[in-house]
């Protein structure tokens, strides 16, 4: 069974920098896609940024564009999110997610992923 596990959340101030990182269950994470979604409270689940397997950045979302920084180490199985002058609407749990192998949704759906962390609360008192 695959495991993501996230941390580096906490309680920042705005302007401040924190790196989010999501550890992989061994044998199931070099040959995927990888993405960090958000969700504040009573919103949505968005897609942050997604990286592919061999480590070319998909995309960015444009709330992020600039400020975050995803990157992944195929050896550690690990997939990291460089947060910079963190806002307070970036309030919200992380969440990192491996892309389906079927490719049926597009790379920034929540639905196109088939395994989650349990995700990592980041808060940014306004």
């Known amino acids: 069974q695959v495991q993501l596990v996230e941390s580096g959340g906490g309680l920042v101030q705005a302007g401040d920098s924190l790196r989010l990182s999501c550890v992989a269950s061994?044998?199931?994470?070099?040959?995927?896609?990888m993405a960090w979604f958000r969700q504040a409270p009573e919103k949505e689940r968005e897609f942050v940024s997604a990286i592919t397997s061999s480590g070319s950045i998909l995309d960015y979302a444009v709330s992020v564009k600039g400020r975050f920084t995803i990157s992944r180490d195929n050896v550690r199985n690990t997939v990291s999110l460089q947060i910079t002058s963190v806002k307070p609407e970036d309030t919200a749990v992380y969440y990192c997610?491996?892309?389906?192998?079927?490719?049926?949704?597009?790379?920034?759906?929540?639905?196109?992923?088939?395994?989650w962390g349990q995700g990592t609360q980041v808060t940014v008192p306004s």
């Open positions: 061994s044998g199931t994470f070099s040959g995927y896609t």
């Open positions: 997610a491996r892309r389906s192998i079927s490719h049926s949704y597009s790379y920034n759906a929540p639905e196109g992923y088939d395994y």
